[in-house]
């Protein structure tokens, strides 16, 4: 991996931050992961330590596009009230992380690479991998390089695409952040997710002031190994994670060993039911017995967090 310290990026002010509901966990960063020297990463720990004595258990989650970490703060105290470790990650160019102002430095090992080198640098052992969206198709792959170290899955509305044909929904929605590369991120989620309050539809706007934060919303879409319609060709940047999600889907497939819980935001057109089905086959003893489908959640299935993180725990034996 080639040196990242020199890559021009913004810092979203503090202040944007102060006082949002139902999240008040205190920021942590690093600035040192190998090949990103310079770069600024945030994440939120809490909860006991994986080193103590006990199950010691880390549930580690990853948001995906547009969001960021606060996406999670329905399934944190669940955990951490279970005696549970929750962390959770902003990837680069979304919530408090630094976000780099050329677009073209977002690209899918850019974003699996940061990942890796951040669990191998907090050495995170015993871990239940929590991923939607983006989270997911980055996410799901990092198990297969550390094996050991994850032992528990929780999975929402998410998938390994490796150059499908998606369809229409997903052409539309990449369609339509590439004519808004201002996307206005809060008005997006309210969309999405009628039942956020508007000052939960602040807190997904307070990490981008103007649009030069927002590269990495704007490419996100740009990165997914998806076609949008019958002899459509994926693009070079939407090429480059096929080969690593293909190894993915065989590690799940065949050597994932941990146990596995589903659940399904029900009201999502693009990575709702069917596309879900799909990836419970992918996925060794996925769930048993059926996945929790969540009726009137959309894509961001974690707002209706707390039941789902509970559930979750009596199916793992560990609430």
Partial sequence: MSPKASIE??????????????????PNYIDDLPGYEGLRMHYVDEGPSSGQEGDGITFLCIHGEPSWSYLFRKMAPVFTGAGHRFMAVD?????RSDKPVDD????????????????????????CLV?????????????????????????MNTGLPAGENAGEGFAMWRAFCKANPDLNVGKLMKQATPILSDEEVAAYDAPFPDQSYKGGVR?????????????EKLSDIASEGVETSLRARKFWTKDWTGDSFMAIG?????????????LRQMINNCPCPEPMEVADAGHFVQEWGA??????LEKFGIA
């Fill in 307 to 312: 039941p789902i993180a509970k559930a979750a």
């Fill in 131 to 155: 991923v939607q969206d983006w989270g997911g198709l980055l996410g799901l792959t990092l198990p297969m390089e550390a094996p050991t170290r994850y032992t528990r899955l929780i999975v």
């Fill in 91 to 95: 990837m680069f160019g979304f919530g």
């Fill in 266 to 278: 029900m009201q999502d057109p693009v990575l709702g039911p069917p596309a879900m089905q799909m």
């Fill in 9 to 26: 990026a913004l810092r979203t002010p503090d202040a944007r931050f102060a006082n949002l509901p139902g999240w008040d966990y205190a």
């Fill in 104 to 127: 073209e430095v977002y690209t899918y090992h850019f974003h699996r690479d940061a990942l890796l080198a951040f669990v191998e640098r907090m050495d995170l052992k015993n871990v």
């Fill in 219 to 231: 490419r996100f879409p740009e990165l997914v190994m998806l076609t949008g319609g019958e002899g």
